[in-house]
């Protein structure tokens, strides 16, 4: 009673859930069944009588239905490529293509983020695990490398929804916000860059043939033949989108059919003998599979839970009353939204009309409240990229922090005094 009084019960349960849900994933349950866990604690903590309406929700929603199906199908996508051996193949080839396999290691997740999935990280993450172990690095390395690479492009990516939605509540244009958050997105790839020079081996290449990569002339029908159903996949995904918005079907829904057109496109070109059927069997069996699906479904419910109980308004209101600079406050609220969310899309739209209060804001105070909701969604717990990653390498949530937290903590001071100039001495 008396900690309610101090802190808001809502409050108290998402703190809860969120030590359940880590301590549930260091004992090595399925990241799945915690995530459920993570949802069903929050609601009943602190409003048990909503329990019904947020599985309701949860199970009623399009987002949640698109999201869940499309981790079936990305899930199955990636577990193909993997038992059919066409992952070792692009990636080989990739590598000769570009003949840079740090390159490879930035190309190949940021061309994912293209991609609008939550979760989606793990279509890279096969090609991250043959190029980052040619160069050396670490499974808790490669991890770090395939969310962050895949996420700097989301500061200047005009189709993204969570740019569009800031860029409206701001009253900025797309263009205005992106071309200000350019050198942000530099800043991103140069801190991977610099992750990649000091974890690997450098020039000491090595595969499991002959212990070193050789940079011959690419097999060009073998680089199509393997990239065509991830590229597939992310075509049918981009052209289907604006005419599901025709049709007033949830756009959104374009993602799952993307990526079931690439399962039966990577059917079709694989000709390494053996059952077509068979191999999907073999896929969909792989626990990973049943894994991705679950998370997909607690990462709603945790969502559903976090926004029926009431959490954003009740950070509102201590808002209200605390008196704080609104530079700490544009910059903390929308990270906290995103962090206990695993939403950046909550982060922004949760705080933004909350900090602006109707007032006309400058570009850099919208980016900054953007890249505050953007940067901790990246680094959330919940945040379903970093899960289903950390997964696919059977690598500790810690491990992978111990590169993300510093690299997020490194931009948030670039952010900063970018935002300082840019607002100080630029007048931007």
Same mark, same amino acid.
């Given at each position: 009673m008396f900690v309610a009084e101090v802190i808001p019960l809502e409050l108290v349960s998402v703190f809860v859930a969120v030590a359940v849900m880590f301590a549930l994933v260091r004992l090595k349950v399925d990241l799945g069944l915690a995530l459920v866990v993570e949802g069903l604690t929050i609601v009943l903590l602190s409003k048990y009588y909503l329990l019904p309406d947020v599985v309701l929700s949860t199970l009623k929603s399009d987002r949640s239905l698109s999201l869940i199906l499309a981790a079936l199908f990305i899930s199955t996508l990636a577990e193909l490529y993997r038992v059919s051996g066409l992952i070792k193949v692009f990636g080989d080839e990739l590598v000769k293509f570009l003949r840079n396999p740090t390159l490879v290691l930035a190309f190949i997740p940021a061309v994912m983020g293209l991609m609008p999935i939550a979760g989606g990280a793990i279509l890279s993450a096969p090609v991250v695990e043959v190029v980052g172990g040619s160069l050396g &690095?670490? %499974?808790?390395?490669?991890?770090? &490398?395939? !969310?962050?690479?895949?996420?700097?492009?989301?500061? !200047?990516?005009?189709l993204s929804q969570n740019l569009m939605a800031a860029a409206a509540l701001?009253?900025? %244009?797309l263009t205005e916000l992106a071309a200000y958050q350019l050198p942000l997105t530099l800043a991103m790839f140069l801190l991977g860059y610099l992750h990649i020079r000091f974890r690997s081996g450098g020039t000491n290449l090595r595969n499991s043939s002959n212990g070193n990569i050789v940079f011959s002339k690419p097999d060009v029908r073998q680089l199509l033949l393997s990239s065509a159903p991830l590229l597939t996949s992310i075509a049918v995904a981009l052209l289907i989108k604006p005419l599901l918005d025709v049709f007033k079907v949830y756009s959104d829904y374009s993602v799952p059919i993307g990526a079931l057109v690439g399962v039966v496109v990577i059917l079709v070109v694989n000709n390494g003998g053996g059952s077509r059927t068979r191999m999907l069997v073999k896929a969909l069996k792989e626990r990973r599979v049943a894994s991705m699906v679950l998370a997909s479904f607690g990462a709603m419910l945790t969502y559903y839970a976090i926004v029926l109980t009431g959490v954003p308004e009740v950070i509102a209101s201590i808002i209200q009353e605390v008196k704080i600079p609104m530079l700490a406050l544009e910059l903390a609220i929308p990270g906290l939204l995103s962090l206990i969310s695993g939403s950046s899309l909550v982060g922004i739209t949760s705080s933004i009309p909350l900090l602006t209060l109707g007032r006309s804001i400058s570009v850099s105070e919208a980016s900054l409240m953007y890249f505050s909701a953007f940067m901790f969604y990246i680094a959330s717990p919940v945040h379903l990229c970093l899960l289903f990653t950390n997964q696919y390498f059977k690598e500790n949530l810690m491990r992978t922090y111990r590169y993300l937290i510093p690299a997020t903590a490194v931009m948030t001071v670039i952010a900063v005094i970018y935002f300082v100039i840019s607002s100080s001495f630029l007048g931007i």
């Open positions: &690095l670490s %499974t808790a390395s490669m991890a770090f &490398l395939n !969310v962050w690479f895949r996420h700097t492009i989301f500061f !200047v990516y005009p701001t009253n900025h %244009t």
